[in-house]
C-alpha cells in the first residue's frame, strides 16, 4: 500500500464521486444537530465550561455547508483529476484537502478551512476507498 497511489478509475464514476461529495459535505451539519441534541439532553450532567466551547463546535458543524461549499468547488478538479490517474492516496488526499482549505480559507477569512479542508478530503478519500477499488495495482 503505498500513501501516493490509487487504482486510476477510467473513466471517473461521476455519481460515486459527486455522491460521495454530497455526503461528505452534509455529514458535518448531521453531526452538529446530533451534538446539539445530545448537549440539550444532558444539559445538567455538563457542566457550563465546557458547554459553551461544545455549542461552539455545534455552531461550526452545522453552519459548515454554508462556507465549505467553496473548498468542494477547489478539491473537486484536483480529487477528479488524481481519481483518474490513480494518485489519489491518503497523503496526495490530505494535500489536496488542506491546499483546498487553505485558498478557501484566503477567500472567505477563516483559519477553520485549512485542517477542515483537510480532514473533508480525507473523509472523501475514506467514503469512495469503501464504494471504489481504490487500491492502487
Known sequence: MTLLRSAA????????????????????????????????????????????????????????????????????PLVWLLLRDGWFGWLSAGLVGLVAGAVAGGLIGSPVALPFGGMAVLALRAILGSRLALRPL
Do not use: N
Open 9 to 76: 478509475q477510467r473513466p471517473v464514476p461521476k455519481s460515486v464521486l459527486f455522491g460521495s461529495i454530497a455526503f461528505a459535505w452534509g455529514a458535518p451539519c448531521v453531526l452538529g444537530w446530533i451534538l446539539a441534541a445530545l448537549l440539550i439532553a444532558g444539559k445538567g450532567l455538563v457542566p457550563a465550561e465546557i458547554q459553551l466551547p461544545l455549542y461552539g463546535l455545534v455552531y461550526l458543524l452545522v453552519f459548515s455547508p454554508l462556507f465549505s461549499w467553496v473548498g468542494w468547488l477547489l478539491a473537486l
